[in-house]
C-alpha cells in the first residue's frame, strides 16, 4: 500500500497529469484493500493539485468512502461507463 499512495502523488505533480484514471485496477490484481488513512492522502494531494478522479460502472473502488473523501478534499469526479467501443454497449 505505501507504493500506491507514493506512485500516484508522483505522477500527480506532473503538469501534463490532470486524471486519475481506474484507481482500482492495481488494488484489484494484487488483492488490496486501501484504507481511509492511506486514501486520504492520496485524494488531499488530488484536491490539491486539482486532478480528476475517475468512476465509472467497472469500477469496484468501496464507493461511500471514496465520495466522501473526494468531496472532503474537493477532488473533482468524472463518471463514466468506461466503454471503449459500441461492442462494449451490451457489458453496461
Known amino acids: 500500500i505505501p507504493l500506491y499512495v507514493r506512485s500516484p502523488i508522483a505522477c500527480f ?3 501534463r497529469v490532470n486524471t486519475w484514471p481506474h484507481p482500482d485496477a492495481f488494488l484489484n490484481r494484487s488483492n488490496l484493500v486501501i484504507g ?3 486514501l486520504a492522502v ?3 494531494e488530488m484536491g490539491e493539485q486539482e486532478i480528476a478522479l475517475e468512476m465509472n460502472r467497472k469500477c469496484a473502488v468501496p464507493e461511500d468512502m471514496w465520495l466522501e473523501l473526494t468531496d472532503h478534499y474537493g477532488v473533482p469526479l468524472i463518471w463514466g461507463s468506461d ?6 454497449l451490451s457489458a453496461v
Open 83 to 88: 466503454l471503449h467501443a459500441v461492442e462494449d
Open 36 to 38: 481511509e488513512s492511506e
Open 13 to 15: 505533480r506532473n503538469e
Open 42 to 44: 492520496v485524494l488531499k
